[in-house]
């Protein structure tokens, strides 16, 4: 079964450089999420999409942007990179439409570290 | 505010004997509840949840959790443990409501797993 797309998988940075990192959700899922993992940290919830659409925000640093595209692919969008911006970010995806609460798969992440 | 507790960092165990992996949540409303599990530097998969019905829920590769509305827990258990089984197992929370626009998930601090041969 398809899964979830994530690249790069791993991407080196310098300080205040910028960075984009892209997600292709499982086929005929409708919603997108990204999450930053920080070393030894829980996942932290940043941005979701439903239906190419902002449908909530979280600790998104201002900094950060992210859309999706008419195919459903997702891209984060770093700029001004900090060091404390090296983490592991996921994306996942989901089904999500009136009635139904299904579960969202992950990819295996995008491992940024900045210099 | 939605929110799970992991209350052990780590639970060792040896293999073949059962084990359970706590988790505690604070939800307003019905809660929407799931467990993942995380292998050194890959993704998130999922095990299972619960969203309603039953309390006892059955998932991959042999887990099963039991939701118990009145210690509001959602412990993830297995009878024969596998040093395979070895990893970072998540607690997680729908944060939204039913229906709702919202349908982040809220992370527990996690919880390694380690099964001694």
């Known amino acids: 079964a398809a899964g979830v797309i994530q690249s790069p998988r791993h991407l080196i940075k310098e300080k205040r450089e910028t960075a984009t990192l892209k997600c292709y959700p499982i086929?005929?899922?409708?919603?997108v999420y990204w999450y930053q993992q920080g070393p030894g940290q829980d996942p932290q919830f940043l941005i979701s999409?439903?239906?190419?659409?902002?449908?909530d925000k979280g600790s998104i640093p201002d900094r950060f942007s992210a859309q999706q595209f008419s195919d459903y692919h997702s891209e984060l969008n770093m700029s001004s990179l900090e060091l404390g911006d090296s983490a592991l970010y996921f994306c996942?995806?989901?089904?999500?439409?009136?009635?139904?609460?299904?579960?969202?798969?992950f990819g295996p992440g995008t491992r940024l570290t900045v210099l | 505010a939605q929110s799970v507790a992991q209350p052990e960092d780590q639970v060792n165990v040896a293999e073949g004997n059962p084990l359970t992996v706590k988790c505690t949540y604070s939800?307003?409303?019905?809660?929407?509840l799931f467990w993942y599990v995380q292998y050194p530097n890959r993704g998130l998969q999922f095990l299972l949840k619960?969203?309603?019905?039953?309390?006892l829920v059955k998932g991959s590769y042999g887990f099963e959790a039991e939701f118990n509305k009145s210690q509001t827990s959602f412990h993830l258990k297995k009878p024969s443990a596998l040093v395979s089984d070895s990893a970072l197992y998540f607690c997680?929370?729908?944060?939204?409501?039913?229906?709702?626009?919202?349908?982040?998930?809220?992370f527990g601090t996690g919880t390694l797993l380690a099964v001694q041969p």
């Open positions: 086929p005929r899922h409708d919603t």
């Open positions: 996942a995806s989901s089904l999500v439409r009136s009635g139904q609460n299904n579960e969202q798969f």
């Open positions: 939800v307003s409303g019905n809660p929407y």
């Open positions: 619960y969203i309603t019905g039953d309390n």
């Open positions: 999409f439903y239906e190419k659409m902002q449908s």
């Open positions: 997680a929370v729908r944060a939204g409501i039913y229906g709702g626009a919202t349908n982040k998930l809220i």
